[in-house]
């Protein structure tokens, strides 16, 4: 069987450590911001993710993470690895567990790993589970009171039928303390630090997904009869630690969780699965062949630096899954045309609304990545027979490649005009009274964009220049596919 990530890696298998379903955090929660200083029309909400195509790891990146692996840290790791019987056997193990500087520990190769060799095989029993299907929403909470009952550190004043004796109490008791002792995880920040995220869509994506991950915590507290701390701290190392597994069992899998995380894009060629369900043991295989010393990473799943930094308290300087949300509907892209150009485009809407919200966001990288927001500004711009409906919910901008030439410079001339009033705002922010995470955070985000404002500014510099000096030619019609 299969396992995967339920909804971040769409059309793969995949076993992820995750820390949340991305339904779930895109629960949604108005929020209204304070600086009333975002250009009109541009309105962040949540969206998801699309593929692109981003670049990959070199070869450079993976060797400045190579480790040599501390004896004593292992061997701290023997008594689990035996404990709860992971094959193959401690001694022809081909992994360490190793400090690696800035993500805590990790699983470094004690030498060369073949892709899709067999890493660690896990029995089932050893793991804590709870079944989770479709819908089910506060998984987080259920797991967490399970990790409890089995490290049997439920309150006195607990039901005493979730009191649990399990043969490796004891060893799980141990294992935990290896554990992060306090969330890392932007969800558990007050309100008022989330709000200095600055990135609209972001504040709004946390403040939701926070008072998801409070209220899993209020109700585990509450059964477990645990203080609010060990409530939030069982929370968090479920969401940090634990595997979806083919949309019906979410599992905390001793040792398979000390994996760190590799940011992919999905349409990465080295996206590969990393996980499988065999029989009654959880397997992990090499996503790729890694060489002695180096750090053996698997994805945890498409996550936009906004997610990582909700759950894992993180922020990647490289990330090819992370997107930004401009505009959190095609409506919101009108009004924003509107206001910018004057020109009324309401009653376009009925044509427009094929296009997807999760078209609607900016990526990192080249242009390219953005394509699917360009094109929809595109059939924003254009006349109206100048947009062919197919039907089967597709939209065609046919018109002859010099129009589509001059639309796509609009197009990018535009956006980068209302991302650079974005810029503006970010930048503006104090950085003091915001936790460090949130500096960090939205220089991230202003990078994201400033990156956007330079390519535009010289594919639109090209642009123009091309258009001045083309020599006369015939204009063929051209067609793009807008979605
Ligand atoms: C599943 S655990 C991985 C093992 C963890 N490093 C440890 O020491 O136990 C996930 C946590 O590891 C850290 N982590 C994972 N991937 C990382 C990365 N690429 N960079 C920095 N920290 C990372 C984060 O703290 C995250 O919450």
């Known amino acids: 069987m299969a396992l995967h990530l339920t909804s971040s890696i769409r059309g793969r298998d995949a076993i992820l450590p995750q820390g949340h379903e991305r339904r779930e955090f895109h629960v949604r929660a108005r929020v209204s911001m304070t600086s009333g200083a975002w250009p009109e029309g541009l309105v962040c909400l949540a969206g998801t993710a699309a593929t692109w195509v981003g670049a990959h790891r ?33 001694h022809e193990r081909a992994l360490d567990v190793a400090e690696v500087p800035g993500a805590g520990r990790g699983w470094v ?23 989770m299907d479709e819908d089910m929403e506060g998984w987080e909470a259920e797991l967490a009171l399970n990790v409890l009952r089995r490290l049997d550190r439920l309150g006195p004043a607990a039901d005493p039928r979730l009191r649990q004796k399990h043969e490796l109490q004891a060893l799980w008791q141990d294992y935990a303390k290896t554990f992060p002792e306090a969330p890392a995880g932007a969800a558990f920040w007050p309100q008022d630090a989330i709000i200095t995220l600055g990135w609209p869509a972001t504040v709004e994506q946390l403040l939701a997904y926070s008072q998801q991950i409070q209220e899993s915590a209020q109700w585990v507290s509450g059964n477990g009869n645990v203080p609010r701390d060990a409530a939030c701290w069982a929370v968090s190392a479920v969401i940090t630690r634990s595997f979806a597994v083919d949309d019906e069992v979410r599992a905390m899998i001793p040792l398979a969780d000390i994996f760190n995380h590799e940011p992919r894009s999905a349409s990465s060629d080295v996206h590969e699965v990393a996980w499988s369900l065999e029989g009654d043991r959880f397997e992990v295989h090499a996503p790729q062949t890694v060489m002695p ?27 090819e899954a992370d997107y930004l949300e401009v505009f959190e509907s095609v409506e919101d892209l009108v009004a924003a ?27 990192p990288g080249r242009l390219e990545a953005s394509e699917p927001l ?23 901008l046919v018109c002859s490649e010099e129009r589509q030439q001059s639309l796509r410079l609009e197009a990018l001339l535009l956006l980068a005009q209302i991302l650079r009033g974005a810029l503006r705002v970010i ?14 955070y939205r220089r991230h985000v202003a990078e994201m964009l400033n ?4 390519e535009a500014n010289d594919a639109s510099s090209a642009g123009v220049l091309k258009r001045l000096f083309r020599r006369k030619r015939r204009c063929c019609v051209g067609e793009t596919v807008i979605t």
């Open 427 to 440: 930048q503006d922010m104090p950085d003091a009274g915001s936790p460090d995470l949130a500096v960090r």
């Open 58 to 90: 070199s070869r450079m990146a993976r060797s400045q993470r190579s480790r040599r692996s501390n004896g004593k840290t292992s061997e701290v790791f023997q008594p689990f690895w035996e404990g709860f019987a992971v094959q193959p056997s401690w």
């Open 337 to 363: 045309v509107e206001s910018i150009c004057g020109a009324p485009r309401r009653d376009r809407l009925a044509r427009l609304e094929v296009i997807p919200v999760d078209d609607l966001l900016v990526r």
């Open 451 to 454: 990156q956007f404002v330079r």
């Open 374 to 396: 360009l094109r929809a500004l595109q059939a924003m711009l254009c006349e109206d027979d100048e947009l062919c409906d197919p039907g089967e919910r597709r939209l065609r």
């Open 109 to 131: 190769a004690r030498r060369q790993v073949q892709k899709g060799e067999l890493l660690l095989s896990i029995p089932r029993v050893a793991a804590i589970e709870v079944d």
């Open 293 to 319: 010393g180096e750090e053996v990473r698997i994805c945890y799943g498409e996550e936009s630096a906004a997610e990582l930094l909700a759950v894992h308290g993180m922020v990647l300087p490289k990330n």
